[in-house]
């Protein structure tokens, strides 16, 4: 949850500093003040977060349609959504409807939504070494105060599908090992004991 709280507090804070920038923008150390003053607000909505475990699930469901509204705008030129409020209007649909989703269904969109995330996460952070443009689609989804160009190239569309298939792992292997409730599970009778492979299983899905 505290990792939670800290991407959406940093994104929050990076798209309000980042619209938010005056023409002769921030200074020297601008790229600096944004990275610092997101971090610091993550943490800080991170650390609330820890406390509000229920809250902060539902943002998670939100933070997961947010990130897949973003993937799928990235799959054209420009963004399949050419209009700056028609991409507003996308996100915050995709992102209402996460809310909904992990208010009556918390297991299942816990495991959707972090495995869909970090897959994205993931290939973002590629791409600030790798420079294929995948992040570019990102930027001008959230940057409305910068012009930004955006090609959907061969190599972009390859990050997406890498994005799917790291989506599909990571969720596969949550859902194998966390079928059931997320959280602290009393036990009333203690389980036999049992060593190798199947003892460490158990531990997992308890959380142990």
Request: glycine share 10%.
């Amino acid at each position: 949850m505290f990792f939670v709280g800290l991407y959406v507090g940093s994104i929050v804070a990076w798209v309000i500093l980042t619209n938010a920038e005056p023409s002769n923008g921030y200074g020297k150390a601008a790229a600096t003040i944004i990275l610092i003053v997101s971090l610091a607000v993550g943490i800080i909505v991170g650390l609330l977060f820890m406390l509000c475990a229920d809250v902060a699930v539902w943002f998670l469901g939100g933070l997961g349609g947010y990130t897949l509204a973003l993937f799928i705008l990235s799959w054209a030129d420009n963004d399949v959504i050419h209009s700056k409020a028609g991409r507003i209007i996308f996100i915050l649909i995709f992102t209402i409807a996460g809310f909904i989703l992990a208010f009556f269904f918390k297991n299942t969109v816990i495991i959707l939504a972090t495995a869909f995330i970090g897959a994205f996460s993931i290939m973002l952070g590629i791409d600030m070494f790798a420079r294929t443009g995948f992040k570019e689609g990102v930027r001008l989804s959230l940057d409305g105060n910068h012009d930004i160009t955006f090609n959907a190239s061969t190599k972009v569309y390859l990050m997406l599908v890498a994005t799917i298939i790291l989506f599909i792992i990571g969720a596969v292997f949550q859902w194998r090992y966390h079928r059931g409730p997320f959280g602290p599970v009393q036990q009333t009778t203690p389980e036999p004991h049992t060593t190798g492979k199947r003892s460490w299983r158990n531990r997992f899905r308890r959380g142990v």
